[in-house]
């Protein structure tokens, strides 16, 4: 087993996946809540992109009305449950909260946490649907954007139907993120609640191959693209079908789906990235018990895309990082397993691009490489739509995220360009809601619903 600091890690590996944080009592919530200045004009709203009204739900549950918390947030984020977990808090909300020049911020995402949990053991729905006008949507994938979009419309009375590629509806928050970050629990919930409004979600259903772009444009008033983007890409070097070698995503969807393995048990393993899911990957490999993990990145830790609070998590979970470190070819043995990976130092130039440096070859003895350099975009389908497009990024209106098509709009990871930072769940889930607006004052300027 690894050698890992701060004892959380477990030799039983189901216990490795279990929820990290526990969440907060009903007397640290309370006295968090208490803490809350109630800011006029309050910075956190405006630093959150869905502004849900963070003084209001904080004060509800000072008062112990956690029912009318939890609505003020989910009124605002149809997900506001698995944000609560994955925000980057102290880029957003918690980095805004005025008492930073004082003491500490406000705890945001823990009493967020604390109202939504409270939701989700009442196991009731807290929604209706508003009176059915008449027209209909098709929504394209079921992850964060999409569900944001379809609870909003089904508020507005449009009839929705999501197409959901995978068994289960949740996108990355169901297969991609950590269970013991994100429990699978938490999003079946929020998914739950969409449906409970009428939406239809036909799940094992990947539209362009069991239903065709024509069908959907035929049947539909309007079409909402939220694909997300697709597998990690090859990184095009020798020895990438060795056994050992795989997807960073692919890798952490099997520890939600299924038990984890012993396999990893003692290995050696690389991580080949150094964004979030690089990190999730790292941490993964972790748990399931891999003796050394380290994450090899091109660049310096001041490019890394992964946020400061995962770092800082994936160094207390013991992963080694090599900065400026690039894979030149995966080794093998005879039996076709992977046993080393020989890479090269880097410099950064002028430019900030990374160069190898001459000579500086080394080695690396392994068992296991995990790539984490990105994710691939849904080309195909966006042309079978006829979208424009840049590179798989589908070309939309930065205020409505209507498509070069007028009835077909986008939102979430589709549309999240080259050369951002890392894409969130909480921007997914607004631009679903904003896709959604727009929508709906498409129709009203035609006047064909009230
Ligand atoms: C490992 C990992 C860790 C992350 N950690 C965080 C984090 O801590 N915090 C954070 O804010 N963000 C995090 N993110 C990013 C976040 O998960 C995404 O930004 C967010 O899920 C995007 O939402 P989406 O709805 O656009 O796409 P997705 O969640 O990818 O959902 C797209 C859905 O579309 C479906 N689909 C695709 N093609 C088809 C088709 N042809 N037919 C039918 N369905 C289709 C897919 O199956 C999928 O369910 C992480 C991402 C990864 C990969
Ligand atoms: S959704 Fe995210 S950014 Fe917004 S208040 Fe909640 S934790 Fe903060």
Same mark, same amino acid.
């Given at each position: ?128 649907? &508003? ?7 098709? =929504? ?60 239809? =979600? ?56 299924? /038990? ?51 770092? /800082? ?18 080794? &093998? ?15 950064? /130039? ?101």
């Amino acid at each position: 087993m690894s050698a890992i600091k701060g004892g959380r890690i477990s030799s039983n590996l189901i216990e490795n996946f279990e929820e990290i944080h526990k969440g907060l009592t009903r007397s640290e919530a309370i006295e968090e809540a208490n803490r809350c200045l109630y800011c006029y004009d309050a910075p956190c709203i405006k630093a959150c992109p869905t502004s849900i009204q963070i003084p209001k739900f904080i004060k509800k549950i000072a008062s112990g009305n956690l029912k009318g918390s939890a609505k003020t947030i989910l009124e605002a984020n149809p997900v506001g449950a698995s944000c609560a977990r994955v925000c980057p808090t102290e880029e957003l909300c918690e980095g805004a909260c005025v008492l930073n020049h004082d003491t500490k911020p406000i705890s945001i995402g823990h009493l967020q946490r604390y109202a939504t949990d409270w939701a989700i053991k009442q196991k009731e729905p807290l929604f209706k649907a &508003g009176e059915r006008n008449g027209k209909t949507v098709a =929504i394209i994938g079921s992850g964060p954007a999409g569900l944001s979009a379809a609870r909003e419309l089904s508020l507005l009375g449009y009839e929705v139907t999501i197409f959901e590629a995978q068994e289960e509806a949740g996108g990355l928050n169901h297969y991609g993120i950590v269970s013991f970050r994100l429990p699978k629990e938490v999003v079946q919930w929020e998914v739950e609640q969409v449906k409970q409004l009428g939406v239809e =979600i036909k799940t094992n259903t990947t539209v362009g191959v069991d239903i065709k772009a024509e069908e959907i444009i035929d049947h539909f008033d309007r079409i909402i693209l939220a694909i997300g983007m697709g597998k990690v890409p090859n990184l095009g070097i020798e020895g990438e079908t060795l056994k050992g070698v795989c997807d960073a995503i692919e890798f952490v969807k099997q520890t939600k789906i299924k /038990d984890p393995t012993d396999e990893l048990v003692g290995k050696t393993v690389a991580v080949i990235g150094a964004g979030n899911t690089a990190i999730d990957a790292a941490t993964t490999a972790v748990r399931l018990g891999a003796a050394n993990v380290k994450i090899l990145y091109r660049r310096t830790k001041n490019e890394m895309s992964a946020y400061q609070f995962e770092y /800082d998590f994936a160094k207390q979970d013991g992963v080694e990082f090599r900065w400026l470190t690039a894979p030149l070819k995966i080794i &093998g043995n005879e039996q076709y397993e992977v046993t080393g990976l020989e890479c090269v130092k880097m410099a950064l /130039d002028e430019a900030g691009r990374p160069v190898p440096i001459k000579g500086s070859e080394t080695t690396i003895d392994l068992d296991v490489v995990i790539k984490a350099i990105g994710q691939t975009k849904h080309s195909e389908l966006i042309e079978a739509f006829s979208l424009n497009h840049t590179k798989g990024v589908v070309d939309v209106d930065a205020e409505t995220y209507q498509t070069s098509q007028e009835n077909i709009y986008a939102c979430g990871d589709c549309v999240f360009g080259n050369g951002q930072t890392e894409a969130m769940v909480v921007s997914a889930a607004e631009q679903g809601k904003e896709v959604a607006k727009a929508i709906h004052r498409t129709f009203m300027l035609q006047s064909e619903i009230a």
